[in-house]
């Protein structure tokens, strides 16, 4: 079975320093994409930051990298440089064969000025 | 954008009712899927669609059914409403190559409350 893991639910981050949300997965398929999403408190899903099992690379956008380590099974996003307009929920989620999709729970994250 | 339309957005109704959520995407996307989502469940897949009529159950699929008789609309139907399908409903649509990563694209979300 697929399983995606947030364990934090809620973080706090003073505004300008860096944060990791944590995400763990497991699962026996050898091909998957691992995704992340922003919640705000408005409620629309945002689509931040993609990494395929494949690449070589930790993918990066901006002020969002995800550091991927694939023999822990971990996909953690890592935000710099916090701005108060990232509070809101963050969800993990990962793209399985047949093109299903699986999230987990989330992680609130509020900024502090 | 995507374009994802949820109707309704908003919805009451009383348990034992039937309910239908429409999703219609203007994309041409092959896969649409139905999530509910619940506080400290996160979004949990109910239904996706991988073609017109080619349907599959996800994880949280009883008391729900669907149909997809066009690319373009995937309906999401509870034959008799419960207080415990009182959630936020999300559409989403992917392609095989939709986006650069075929990612997922959400509609707004209908909020359904069962009383």
């Known amino acids: 079975a697929q399983k995606i893991t947030q364990t934090q639910p809620g973080m706090f981050v003073q505004e300008k320093e860096a944060v990791t949300l944590d995400c763990t997965y497991d699962?026996?398929?050898?091909?998957?994409?691992l995704f992340w999403y922003k919640q705000p408190s408005s409620g629309e899903m945002i689509f931040l930051i993609y990494q395929g099992s494949y690449d070589q690379q930790n993918a990066t956008e901006g002020r969002y990298s995800l550091n991927f380590q694939k023999a822990r099974k971990s996909a953690n996003l890592v935000i710099s440089a916090s701005q108060l307009g990232d509070s809101a929920m963050y969800f993990c989620a990962m793209r399985f064969t047949g093109n299903q999709f699986y999230f987990g729970t989330g992680t609130s994250l509020t900024v502090i000025p | 954008d995507a374009g994802i339309t949820q109707s309704p957005r908003h919805k009451v109704t009383e348990t034992g009712t039937p309910v239908t959520l429409r999703c219609h995407q203007t994309?041409?996307?092959?896969?649409m899927y139905w999530y509910r989502q619940d506080p400290g469940h996160g979004l949990r897949l109910i239904h996706y669609?991988?073609?017109?009529?080619?349907?599959d159950k996800g994880e949280v699929s009883d008391g729900y059914s669907v149909s997809r008789s066009k690319t373009e609309d995937f309906l999401l139907t509870l034959e008799s409403a419960t207080s415990s399908q009182t959630s936020v409903y999300f559409c989403?649509?992917?392609?095989?190559?939709?986006?650069?990563?075929?990612?997922?694209?959400f509609g707004e979300g209908s909020r359904l409350t069962v009383l």
């Open positions: 989403a649509i992917s392609g095989t190559s939709g986006g650069v990563t075929g990612e997922l694209f």
């Open positions: 699962t026996s398929d050898p091909s998957y994409g």
């Open positions: 994309e041409n996307h092959r896969y």
């Open positions: 669609s991988y073609g017109v009529k080619d349907t």
